[in-house]
């Protein structure tokens, strides 16, 4: 899955909610599709060159790409991380408290556990957030 088959997936997601499809919207998306990593809104607004784009509708559009399933969105001490969803493995994060890394790790027992939770109580799932805090080796080597 490419930039542009996410792109589209966009498109008609907005199209389906009747939310209007502009060049804005697209530049902050095809910016996300692209991105390798995990990143905050203030990142995200360095690399489209700012001023250019309100703040708020990178928020605004970042909210869009959570409701369509394209984007996670992730909360670590009051900061706000998101990630793309498409072209990468489920996975659950290990930050260190101290340097601040940011470790994935894929655990399929987990996915699991939670299916049959949601099934108990008849939720239909949307995402679910587990981020385990501690401190990485290095950390723990220095500190
Ligand atoms: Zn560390
Ligand atoms: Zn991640």
């Keep these: 899955m490419d930039v542009q088959d996410s792109l589209e997936l966009f498109q008609r997601y907005l199209q389906s909610q009747k939310q209007h499809i502009t060049q804005t919207r697209l530049k902050i998306a095809e910016e996300v599709?692209?991105?390798?990593?995990?990143?905050?809104a203030q990142d995200l607004w360095r690399r489209l060159?700012?001023?250019?784009?309100?703040?708020?509708?990178?928020?605004?559009?970042?909210?869009?790409?959570?409701?369509?399933?394209?984007?996670?969105?992730?909360?670590?001490?009051?900061?706000?991380?998101?990630e793309r969803v498409i072209g990468r493995p489920?996975?659950?994060?290990?930050v260190c408290v101290n340097c601040g890394v940011i470790l994935e790790f894929e655990e399929p027992l987990i996915e699991d556990r939670l299916a049959d939770v949601a099934e108990r109580f008849q939720f239909r799932r949307i995402s679910h957030q587990l981020v385990v805090s501690g401190l990485c080796p290095d950390c723990q080597q220095n500190p």
């Design 49 to 82: 060159e700012g001023p250019r784009i309100a703040p708020a509708t990178i928020y605004r559009t970042l909210d869009l790409l959570c409701r369509a399933g394209l984007v996670r969105r992730m909360e670590l001490e009051n900061r706000a991380l998101y």
């Design 90 to 94: 489920r996975h659950e994060h290990l």
């Design 33 to 40: 599709f692209k991105s390798q990593n995990h990143f905050d």
